[in-house]
């Protein structure tokens, strides 16, 4: 697992799984975040929290986190 754990807490969210191609992972689970913005109803685009990690989210419900893998 990455260091997301601490940073976005995702121990509390029961419908996360992770999958990891080569050298890449991507972590799928629920958007829990509250957005001060308007998002974009299908797919919204932003760079993640972490340095190198890139957040996809779709259907303004499910967040796709994509990184390095460690």
């Not at 995702?10 to 419908?15: A, E, I, K, S, W």
């Not at 992972?25 to 829990?32: A, G, K, N, Q, S």
């Amino acid at each position: 697992m990455t260091t997301l754990n601490s940073s976005f807490g995702l121990q509390h969210v029961p419908t996360a799984f992770m999958m990891r191609f080569g050298r890449r992972e991507m972590l799928v689970t629920r958007d829990f975040r509250k957005r001060f913005y308007a998002v974009n109803p299908i797919i919204e685009c932003d760079t993640g929290v972490e340095p190198g990690h890139v957040e996809v989210l779709l259907l303004r419900r499910w967040l796709l986190i994509l990184s390095k893998a460690h």
